[in-house]
């Protein structure tokens, strides 16, 4: 025969059970809305496609979108997992903003963007669908925000890089995304971890042969090209050094390294100026080292200007 005392703690587990079956039907229909409003965004990039691409889309079509589309992002397949570790960052031989070389430590692991952010990727989230993207909208204008283009690229491509934004821009475009995965946090990287990942553990100026990695002045038959196509560094990251420059979340500061934190630097607490790295299709190879910094007013767009994304675990 039950005591009571028994019934009590088999109550109890019954409860507790009940519980733990409701958490995670709860996270998996979160993982469905999830995936839902990503695959929606996509399809509604492929819909609006150029030459209307849908149903009858081929399968070099559907292998592009899912290596280089918004899927990539989502399921973490565009992504390289960056380790925590220490680099000297700057230069000895560049400008006077390179100086001194330093000692830099990142202390947490990150998720940084294969590839830059493509054409097909900006325009799944910000979409030439309106009526889909009526709120973001209304939300950007009560910001007194300009409404920014599904697709402002100057040189057109779904697998190109997306030039042509502002850092303002790009605000818009991330929070945006971050609305589309609740259990990611998308955002730039820092000027200090996107030299750390673009070094991958070397010291020299480039990754490698810069012809081999990178499409700048010399190669790129002066316009940008498809990501990916040139050889990956260490890490598994393409096109760090040239094809679009790339803005981080930093203010500039021409002084900031000769008293910047040791441990994770998150750049000046303010200023004018936003930093971008990496060189670009229209650089010279000078400009395309790892330790080159250049920056501008975060409103102005440039057809050699774009992305790269970080993300991390919400």
């Known amino acids: 025969m039950t005591s009571p005392s028994q019934k009590k703690t088999m109550f109890i587990l019954s409860c507790l059970m009940l519980t733990s079956a409701l958490i995670a039907i709860t996270v998996v229909a979160q993982q469905d809305v999830d995936e839902h409003a990503m695959v929606k965004a996509d399809k509604s990039f492929i819909g609006n496609a150029p030459g209307g691409e849908a149903a009858g889309e081929t399968g070099a079509r559907v292998q592009e979108e899912k290596q280089y589309g918004l899927k990539a992002l989502y399921d973490g397949s565009g992504f390289v997992r960056i380790p925590a570790g220490e680099f000297m960052m700057g230069s000895r031989d560049g400008s006077g903003d390179e100086r001194p070389v330093h000692r830099v430590r990142i202390s947490r692991s990150f998720e940084m963007g294969k590839f830059e952010v493509t054409q097909a990727q900006w325009e799944a989230v910000m979409g030439s669908n309106r009526a889909a993207h009526a709120e973001p909208e209304k939300e950007s204008v009560a910001l007194g925000e300009p409404v920014v283009s599904s697709n402002p690229s ?137 330790a080159f910094r250049s920056f501008d007013l975060p409103g102005n767009r440039y057809y050699s200007l774009g992305l790269r994304l970080v993300r991390t675990a919400k």
């Open 154 to 290: 100057h040189f057109k491509g779904s697998t190109l890089p997306v030039e042509n934004v502002s850092w303002d821009d790009v605000q818009q475009f991330l929070r945006r995304l971050n609305r589309l995965d609740s259990r990611h946090t998308y955002r730039l990287p820092t000027e200090a971890e996107w030299e750390y990942a673009c070094r991958a553990g070397s010291t020299k100026g480039y990754a490698g042969s810069l012809d081999r990695v990178a499409w700048y002045q010399a190669n790129s038959g002066g316009q940008t090209q498809p990501v990916g196509q040139k050889q990956p560094n260490a890490w598994g990251l393409y096109d760090m050094h040239g094809n679009v420059l790339e803005w981080v979340q930093d203010w500039y500061g021409h002084d900031y390294y000769g008293n910047s934190p040791a441990t994770d630097p998150q750049g000046p607490k303010s200023g004018s100026y936003r930093v971008y790295r990496g060189g670009s299709w229209y650089a010279s190879a000078a400009d395309c080292q790892a």
